[in-house]
C-alpha cells in the first residue's frame, strides 16, 4: 500500500513525501478511505502508530475538495484534544500537511492557561480549530467562535474525552454542533464507556480496529524493579547513569511528587525538570519543547503527558510511581516504542503493588521478569 494509492490531492502528497512518510501506518491505509466517503469512524489502534495523519490527512483533502463559501467564525472541522500540550502538537502536524495547498487551510489550536484576547482575533477566518473544551466554551460564550457550521468532529484520544471529567463540558459542545456533521472518534484505549457512548455519538460508524500481529517485534520493551519507596530516587539516578540515559521521561502520580523528584536529581548533577498541572502554560510549554529537542535529560511529568504527546525517538520512560489505572499505564509506556523505533519502560515497583502491577500486565498481556532492586549495588 501507497501514500498514492489513497486519491489524496497531489500538493497534499507533496507535504507527506516532505514529512518523510513513506507508506502509510494499518490505520491510515484503513481509516483514510473511510473518512474521504464521509462516514463515521471509531479508529483505535496503538499508541505512536499515526492515527493523527489518519485523520488530518482526509480533512485536509476535503476541505480542498468542498468550498464552503464565506465564512469568519465558523469554523469547519473542530478536533477536541484532552490537554493544551496535545492541542498545540495537533496543529503542528495540520500546519505541516497544510502547505502550499491550492487553497488555504488556515489551523488554530485553542486552549487555556493563556490570555483568551488573541484567540479571539486570531480565530477569524480559521478552517480547522483544535480546541480544550473549556477554553472553547470560553470562546464560544463571549461570541468568539461559531460552532453551528462544523461538518466534522474528531475526538482525539476519544476515551478520555467521553470520561467523567469531561462530561458536562463535552455536553455543551455537542448541543452547539450541528446534529449533521462527520463523527470521528480516535484511541488506543477502547474501553466500554467509550462503546456506549458512541453509539449516541457516532452514525453507523465504520470500527477499525488495529491488532497487534502475534509475530510483530514489540517496540516497547518491559522491565521492573522491585523497589522500596526510600530506595526510588537512588535507584532512578543509578539507572540514568549506569544506563547513560540521555533522554527520559519520568512519570509520577502528583505534581508536588514530579518537583520533588526533578529538584533532586538537579541537586545530584543530572539536569531535570517538571510538568504537570500547577505550573504555568510557559513552564509547561518550555519545558516540553527542551525535552522534545533533546535539549533537557530529564522530563518528570504526572499523567497531564501521558496522552497522546509524541516525542520523537524516546528511548526511555520510567514509572517512578505505579498509575492506578492500566489504560493509563498503556499511555505512559506509549511515549516510547512510537513510529517503528524502539523503546524502554522500566517500572518501579513496591512489593505491596505488586498484585496491582500484576493486574496491569496481564490487561497488556505482558510479562516482566522483575529485578529485586536489593540484589543491585547502588
Ligand atoms: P498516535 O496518535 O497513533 O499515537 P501519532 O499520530 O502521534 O501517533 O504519530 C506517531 C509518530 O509517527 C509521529 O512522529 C508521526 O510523525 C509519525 N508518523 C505518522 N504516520 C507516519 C507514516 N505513515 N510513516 C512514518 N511516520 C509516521
Ligand atoms: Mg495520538
Known sequence: MSFEKLNLHPSILANIIALGYKTPTPIQAQGIPV??????????????????????????????????????????????????????QV???????????????????????????????????????????????????SNAVDLSKVETLVLDEADKMLNLGFQDEMQEIFERLPKRR???????????QLSGINRVLLLDPVVIEIEEKVDEV?????????????????????????????QVLVFTSSGLKADKVA??????????????????????????????????????????????????????????????????????VGRTGRAKSEGLAITFVAREETHHFKVILKKMKRYIDMIDSETLDF
Open 218 to 246: 514489540e517496540l516497547i520493551n518491559l522491565s521492573g524493579y522491585f523497589v522500596s519507596d526510600d530506595r526510588k530516587g537512588p535507584l532512578l539516578r543509578h539507572l540514568i547513569r549506569e544506563q547513560d540515559m540521555k
Open 91 to 141: 496543529a503542528e502536524v495540520f500546519k505541516e500537511l497544510s502547505i502550499n495547498l491550492p487553497q488555504p487551510v488556515k489551523s488554530m489550536a485553542v486552549y487555556g492557561g493563556v490570555s483568551i484576547n488573541p484567540q479571539m482575533k486570531a480565530i477569524y477566518g480559521v478552517d480547522v480549530l483544535i480546541a480544550t473544551p473549556g477554553r472553547l466554551l470560553d470562546l464560544q460564550g
Open 182 to 192: 462527520q463523527n470521528m472518534l480516535f484511541s488506543a484505549t477502547l474501553s466500554d
Open 35 to 88: 473518512v474521504l466517503k464521509g462516514q463515521d469512524l471509531l479508529g483505535i489502534a496503538k499508541t505512536g502508530s499515526g492515527k493523527t495523519a489518519s485523520f488530518v490527512l482526509p480533512i485536509l483533502n476535503q476541505l480542498l475538495t468542498v468550498n464552503a463559501g464565506e465564512r469568519n467564525r465558523q469554523p469547519r472541522v473542530l478536533v477536541l484534544v484532552p490537554t493544551r500540550e496535545l492541542a498545540v
Open 263 to 332: 529538584g533532586k536529581l538537579s541537586k545530584n548533577g543530572i539536569q531535570a525538570l517538571s510538568i504537570h498541572g500547577k505550573k504555568s502554560q510557559s513552564a509547561r510549554m518550555g519545558a516540553l519543547d527542551k525535552f522534545k529537542s533533546g535539549e533537557l535529560r530529564v522530563l518528570v511529568a504526572t499523567d497531564l503527558i501521558s496522552r497522546g504527546i509524541d516525542i520523537n525517538e524516546l528511548p526511555f520512560v520510567i514509572n517512578y510511581e505505579l498509575p492506578r489505572s492500566p489504560k493509563d499505564f498503556v499511555h505512559r
